[in-house]
């Protein structure tokens, strides 16, 4: 009987040693997602992370002041003519602008470029790169939402209720990063990059159609249901790049280091 054929005859306990001193040698580590986030900065940092996005930071930056221009005097002008509600409906439509403007632009250079395709080679996984741009993506959104409110608030005179602007556009906010990624599972890279993009116009324009409606919907909802609303949103949105980031991937930095 020759050595390939002794193999063959293995029995199942000779196999199960043989497995478990292979993954003691091999010494695989379950990483979590918060561990995840955590090393991920160690080990890659922000160069591969924003890598060839910085001019997207800058357009976004300089489109948001340009927005902030434009509309700021007609909050202005509801707050001097007696329409302080129609600024929950402006903060509500107006906060996940960063996120989407960072995303899109961030996404559509990426794949006129063709770097998506170079990213793919190095050791890092693509999608772990998506997943933490879409986690900073929607830090630097809640902060910009956070001093906009702020802004706003003492733009009208301090007269509507501070808590519930933040409730609000924090609650717009994670609903529109929500929803896009589910939208991302439910659609094909090749084409969400401009069919999503149509999808939030569409939203929009039905919104702005019944602002009378959806202004009275927003200014008599409860503080506290808007609240619990907010934090709804923000864990079904950590959520879902948690099962993102668990799902198969093409390799991750962990994997190549073992």
């Not at 221009?69 to 600024?87: I, M, R, T, W």
Request: aromatic letters at 16%; proline letters at 2%.
């Amino acid at each position: 009987m020759n050595k390939r054929q002794k193999m063959i005859l293995l029995n199942q306990d000779e196999k199960d040693q043989s497995i478990a001193l292979i993954l003691k040698e091999v010494n695989l580590k379950p990483v979590t997602f918060r561990a995840f986030i955590g090393s991920f900065f160690q080990e890659v940092g922000f160069r591969y992370l924003f890598w060839g996005l910085g001019d997207i930071l800058y357009i976004v930056g300089l489109l948001l002041l340009g927005v902030g221009a434009l509309y700021l005097p007609d909050l202005n002008s509801f707050a001097k003519n007696g329409h302080v509600e129609y600024v929950y409906f402006a903060v509500f439509m107006i906060s996940p602008l960063c996120y989407a403007l960072l995303y899109f632009l961030g996404m559509w250079k990426e794949k006129l470029l063709g770097t998506f395709e170079l990213k793919m080679t190095l050791k890092v996984s693509l999608k772990e790169i998506l997943i933490l741009r879409m986690f900073m993506f929607s830090g630097i959104s809640l902060i910009v939402s956070t001093i906009g409110s702020v802004f706003i608030w003492q733009l009208i005179g301090q007269e509507l209720s501070l808590m519930k602007l933040f409730s609000l556009s924090f609650a717009s906010l994670f609903l529109f990063a929500s929803m896009q990624l589910l939208l991302e599972f439910q659609l094909p890279m090749r084409c969400h990059y401009w069919v999503t993009p149509m999808i939030w116009a569409v939203i929009g324009i039905l919104f702005i159609w019944k602002k009378d409606l959806m202004t009275q919907i927003l200014l008599y909802l409860p503080l506290s249901l808007i609240i619990a609303i907010s934090f709804g949103f923000i864990l079904l949105f950590i959520y879902l790049l948690r099962y993102n980031y668990l799902m198969q991937k093409e390799g991750t930095i962990y994997y190549a280091n073992a």
